[in-house]
């Protein structure tokens, strides 16, 4: 069907789906950069899903020097599509009824010809990169403005495994904030607007903690300074902080010795639990 262009210009390139066109309009993009200075505009016309709109289309186009390239999943009004351009001399490019049909073929299935459909079964792939976004954004206390944006806090101390585990929720779609607590430290005011269901609070026994810091430090080249890996200094701080938690009426869970996964598992059944049936987890 290329072939029919010949070597007539084209001004204008039209871009025709049921759905966004996005994919078809990156398609036409991605080639006409094989032909530089073309002067083309290439035009996405989204929701085409009925003869009368396929008729409008065609009466715009049909007094230009033009084309239409489609990715309409309706065979019917693919078929309607391209007898109207063979009646007004327009040229089409069907870009999804070929892979439709060998598809077809191949499977020995028929295909749902469901419109918008892949955008439909990605929105999880939009939503774990949202959650990404945020959960970056609001790494360590960062931007504690938004903070009631969150599906889940994570309060800790230093070294406790708060971003880790943050990101691990994330990437399963989980809008997560994680705040540092430091003793004498006062915590963001923005966590107060927070429901104190959502905030989940991070125990760690003072030997693991110990353990992390010390690697740490060795990775940083950093002497002893602070008493950051005191034994007795975090001690207090565990000690410290378990008092806070329990003062502020946080949700605590133990992550000593547990891998991301198991303390992951463990927080989002409580969420769930806690909101279950509600829109905004």
Known sequence: MIDEIGSKEFQMIYVASCGQGINGFHLVESTLVQFPDNGITVVKVPHIRTESQVDELIEKVKDVESLIVHTIVNTELRKYLTRKGIEYRIVTIDLMGPVLSKIQT???????????????????????VSAIDFSLAHDDGMNPETLTGSEIVLVGLSRAGKTPLSMYMAVMGWKV?????????????ALEDVDRRRIIALNINVEQLLSHRKMRQESLGASDIYAYSSQKAIEEEVLDAQKYY?????????????PIETSAEEIIEMITRRFRGQAHL
């Open 177 to 189: 904030a994680n705040i540092p607590f430091v003793p004498g430290v006062p915590m963001p005011e």
């Open 246 to 258: 329990i003062t502020r009426g946080y949700s605590m869970i133990n992550v000593s010795s547990k």
């Open 106 to 128: 191949f499977l020995n299935q028929d295909p749902l010809e469901k419109p918008g459909l892949y955008r439909e079964t990605h929105h999880v792939d939009l939503k774990q």
